[in-house]
């Protein structure tokens, strides 16, 4: 598999895109250490733990930094020093290699 770091995320509008199999973002599940798929294999997730709210407050400014770059957004769950993300192409109603790379990136930046 590709350095998915070095990977910009591609739009797609749901056009001929088909989402991953359960096998297809088990195999990227490997190269993203701690993220979980969900029981439908239509997003993963990962919650963070910080000392404080600031420090929460100050990841998720940094996940926010990665998003915007890459024009692929998770859901962002706070909760005082916990952040709960949660990645999935709603374009094409499950995951993409798109999610992966913005998991990997927010875990190389964290």
Known sequence: MNDLLKKKCVPCEGKGIKPFSRADAQ????ET?????DSEAKKISKEYKFKDFIGAI????RVADIAE???HHPNIHI???KVLL???THAIGGLSENDFIVATKIDANN
Do not use: K
């Open 79 to 81: 909760h005082y020093n």
């Open 58 to 61: 100050n990841f998720v400014e």
């Open 27 to 30: 195999n990227y599940l490997d």
């Open 86 to 88: 949660e990645l999935s």
């Open 33 to 37: 250490p701690g993220w979980a798929l």
């Open 69 to 71: 770059e890459e024009g």
